[in-house]
Nanobody, 122 residues
């Protein structure tokens, strides 16, 4: 599975961005999908995940209520709607796919996209 993330950019604090992750090479309908982010000099961390069916979502505590993960299996796409952005959300955001159960551990994901930069100015 090849994953291509897009939608990043520069936004002021309080603004919104919508990230998209398009998969190719294989349908993602049976994969659990996740978004992770990595800020400068920090470890890559979990942000959100969604079950293959879309029935269940998971969020890191700091983004709950502000970010929404969704998927469209027919379009082989996973999205991350980010609202009320804060400067601490600044990072490179990565989408990832996993064939096993939904987890928040980055090492457990099988496929990764190349990342898209999100910068939030104060």
């Amino acid at each position: 599975v090849q994953l291509q993330a897009s939608g990043g950019g520069l936004v002021q604090a309080g603004g919104s961005l919508r990230l998209s992750c398009v998969a190719s090479g294989r349908t993602i309908s049976r994969y659990n999908m996740g978004w992770f982010r990595q800020a400068p000099r920090k470890e890559r961390e979990f942000v959100a995940a969604i079950r293959w069916s879309g029935s269940t979502t998971y969020y890191e505590d700091s983004v709950k209520g502000r970010f929404t993960i969704s998927r469209d299996n027919a379009k082989n796409t996973v999205n991350l709607q980010m609202n009320s952005l804060k400067p601490e959300d600044t990072a490179v955001y990565y989408c990832a796919a996993r064939s096993g159960m939904v987890v928040t551990t980055k090492a457990a994901y099988d496929y990764w996209g190349q990342g898209t930069q999100v910068t939030v100015s104060s």
